[in-house]
């Protein structure tokens, strides 16, 4: 692991500690050992179905971040059209080709909030399969 | 247990499992103690041996070797045959240094000490902290670091000038000086040839040192100028060798000057970075106004004229408004290089370290590249944005 890659991650820790969005209840590295492997809480959002809700993501983090964007699941179930219900696995254009380092852990944890009170019903879960590819190649 | 062998080994409890005593090496009584596994008395592989600092720094690595005894008894004549060798060894070596020693502190003698501060009763560690009579106070540090096989002093010499400059020149003198000559380390803007003229003593590095601090005195003082009023982005600490500054503009201009050594008050070279809009200004009234240079004022002063403004001085300003992070990286420094990739949109002005914006454009499928160059998108802004092909 490169220097670089801990010490954005630790910014951006940093940044969440001191100014952490509302619904975003926690965005930590899950274990002390392994800083590519984080969690975050989000608290569903006042006035939607999802208010009072909590889901825990889990986030991977590549080596090559913020080159390619993290890789983002719903480890709590959720029935949403752009989240598969049994993977977890999000369809958001963020965390594929509309990816850029300036987004950060915390900022796509609120897109993915955001996502929750407003579905994207034209992209549908199987998301285009170009974006996947080339980040794949990026990760080698 | 054979009392005639350990005579000053001490039971500590009925049942024999911890004793207390000395041992005796070179005539020297070491004192230590010893506990023993009963449940496991048929080796000693969980005996434990408790000492002396100075017997556990002897030991130290050694301990497999006196694991793999069965008996008490055989432990303690292995222990003591250990001990023995060890001991003798590390005398061997302070006799070999033994002119080492004598022809440096004649050499220190000769330089004008009078006073020794301490030297422990092995000569393991000596440290002099000796006046200089005349005109400089000198402070001498020497320490030594005891290996297997070699002996190593550094000599840390502190010297003032007559601007008040601390300077420190490192010697370190191999075990076999002065035979072989020590090798001098001094912070200086041109490399001396103060190593070749070292078979001399360092009394003679010392006076060599002295004439090459003199004729870098106005120098200096010019370089300290930028580093009192202005803020300096590179080098991150100034060494007394080195002659460039990059300094903060604001507006995410930085200006780099290298220093000529040899005519330090002569129009000295400039490089402007920042975004076109606002390093183009800058760079006209550098080309307008670089005739009207006055060897009397500083360099700093000179550019402040020619350019047009003051710089931001630290009076002023705090330094975390010009040390912008890179916008991928997170830091600042890295690799020794610092953000000089500034975003040209005006509200955006992003500023990104060279390889970590190649790294992101060249993996964009719409990034464009014309020779060595990329044309792509801000990653903040997405507006147009051009670096440079990074050679890896
Ligand atoms: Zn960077
Ligand atoms: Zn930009």
């Known amino acids: 692991m490169t220097d670089t890659l801990t010490r954005r991650l630790i910014k951006e820790l940093m940044e969440f500690r001191k100014d952490p969005a509302p619904d975003l209840k926690d965005l930590t590295p899950e274990k002390e050992d392994d800083i590519l492997v984080w969690k975050a809480i989000l608290e569903g959002e006042r006035d939607t179905p999802y208010e009072g809700g909590q889901w825990k993501l889990r986030i991977n983090i590549p080596r090559n971040y913020p080159m390619a964007p993290p890789n983002i699941k719903f480890m709590t179930k959720i029935c949403h059209p752009n989240i598969h219900f049994k993977s977890g696995e999000i369809c958001l254009d963020v965390l594929k080709n509309a990816w850029s380092p300036a987004w950060t852990l915390q900022s796509a944890c609120i897109a993915i909030r955001l996502l929750l009170s407003n579905p994207e019903p034209s992209s549908p879960l199987n998301c285009d399969a170009d974006a996947e590819t080339r980040w794949a190649t990026n990760l080698l | ?392």
């Open chain 2, 1 to 392: 247990m054979n009392s005639q062998t350990f005579p000053l080994l001490i039971p500590e409890d009925t049942e024999g499992s911890s004793y207390l005593g000395f041992i005796t090496i070179k005539g020297q009584e070491i004192p230590f103690g010893i506990h023993i596994d009963q449940r496991n008395a048929r080796n000693l592989k969980n005996a434990h041996l408790r000492g002396s600092p100075e017997l556990c720094r002897l030991v130290a690595g050694q301990e497999h070797r006196l694991e793999q005894c069965s008996t008490l008894e055989e432990f303690l004549i292995d222990l003591k045959d250990l001990l023995e060798q060890l001991v003798t060894k590390e005398e061997n070596e302070l006799m070999r240094s033994g002119t080492y020693y004598s022809t440096l502190l004649e050499e220190l003698d000769a330089i004008g000490w009078d006073k020794l501060q301490s030297i422990d009763h092995a000569l393991k560690n000596i440290s002099l902290r000796i006046k200089y009579i005349g005109q400089h106070a000198l402070l001498f540090a020497c320490r030594e670091a005891i290996t297997y096989n070699h002996t190593v002093f550094n000599v840390l010499i502190s010297h003032s000038d007559s601007s008040g400059r601390q300077h420190t020149i490192k010697v370190i003198l191999p075990s076999s000086y002065p035979s072989d000559p020590p090798i001098v380390h001094v912070d200086l803007p041109t490399s001396i040839s103060i190593s070749l003229h070292s078979k001399s003593g360092l009394r003679k590095i010392i006076s060599l040192f002295q004439e090459e601090v003199k004729q870098f005195q106005d120098l200096w003082l010019l370089l300290e100028d930028f580093d009192n009023h202005t803020w300096v982005l590179e080098p991150d600490k100034p060494k007394r060798s080195d002659l460039m500054r990059r300094i903060a503009l604001g507006n995410h201009c930085s200006l780099q000057i290298d220093v000529d050594v040899k005519n330090p008050r002569g129009i000295c070279e400039c490089r402007l970075f920042g975004s076109e809009k606002t390093v183009g200004p800058l760079q006209d009234r550098l080309n307008k106004n670089l005739m009207r240079w006055d060897q009397s004022l500083t360099i700093r002063q000179n550019l402040e004229a020619i350019l047009e403004m003051n710089f931001p001085s630290p009076l002023t300003t705090s330094k975390s408004e010009f040390n912008v992070e890179c916008g991928i990286c997170y830091s600042y420094r890295l690799n020794d290089e610092i953000p000089s990739q500034t975003c040209n949109n005006e509200k955006c002005g992003q500023p990104f370290h060279r390889a970590c914006l190649y790294e992101w454009l060249r993996a964009i499928p719409t990034t464009r590249q014309s020779f060595n160059m990329l044309f792509g998108n801000c990653p903040y802004c997405d507006d147009n944005i051009t670096t440079m092909v990074v050679e890896k």
